[in-house]
């Protein structure tokens, strides 16, 4: 068994994890699974709001892409190690990371917009004027009228 950080972990137990987990979050530079960002969509009438926190990844290495309605999120975290230092502990992750989300069929894609402020990423897409919900009033009224029907019975002939 191997003690790290404060946790007693097996070897063999770490590596099938890393080996599932991996693909649903980062993959560090040395095949390593870093976590996946806290994610956040929100759905309001207007517009679908996605919030991802990604401290110490710069603007410039967010990728955002929208295609056959499938929002992307790629993003690269550089390591930050100091030459000549011996590291007693490091709990720091850093990698790339992807992530995609399907959204509803109805968005405006030219309408998208994303912002990134002290670390969180948001994004906003908004919904068409079709796929915003409407409300079908229920009116009041007479009997609705009856369907006549006649039957055609080829017995009379």
Known sequence: MVRTANRLATVPFDRLFEAVAAPLGWAGPDGGLLRSP?????????????????????????????????????????????????????????????????????????RIEAQYTDGVLRIVVPKTEQARRRRIEVRAGAEPARLETTSTDSSES
């Open 38 to 110: 806290d994610t956040e969509v929100v759905e309001t009438e207007d517009a679908i709001f996605v919030m991802m926190e990604m401290p110490g990844v710069r603007r410039d290495d967010l990728d955002i892409g929208l295609e056959s309605n499938i929002l992307t999120v790629r993003a690269t975290k550089g390591t930050e190690r100091m030459e000549n230092a011996r590291y007693h502990l490091s709990e720091r992750r850093y990698g790339t990371f992807s992530r995609s989300f399907v959204l509803p069929r109805q968005v405006d894609a030219e």
